[in-house]
Structures are given as C-alpha cells and as structure tokens.
C-alpha cells in the first residue's frame, strides 16, 4: 500500500508489475540453468571453437 501511494498507482497495478518482474526472473533463471547445461554437455563431449566448426563445414563444402 505504502508503494503504491508513493508512486500514486493503484495496488493491482504494483502488484501486478511485481508479479510480471518475478516471472521475468524466473524465466531468466530457467534459461541460464538450460544454458549451463549445453555447456557442460559441450565441453564434456570435446566441442570445438565456433570459428573451426565454420572452417571445416567450409572445408567440406569445397571439397564436395
């Protein structure tokens, strides 16, 4: 209440901007965690540089 008298804007409404902030954050955290996981896989199964993938997929291209 006292938020919402400070920034004069109904309580639903701070309410509602709280809500959607924490959603926001819970999904932010759902994507890291995903994200931490490709890279464990990545680093666990020997991924290679982003800029060798492309020279060899090029490599390959050429000599097809």
Not at 12 to 18: D, G, Q, S
């Amino acid at each position: 209440k006292v938020e919402a008298a400070r920034r004069s804007k109904p309580l639903k409404e701070i309410v509602a901007e709280a809500l959607q902030e924490w959603l926001e954050l819970q999904e932010d955290l759902e994507l890291g965690a995903l994200a931490e996981e490709a890279m464990a896989e990545y680093r666990e199964k020997g991924g290679i540089e982003l800029g060798e993938l492309v020279r060899q997929l090029e490599a390959e291209r050429k000599s097809a």
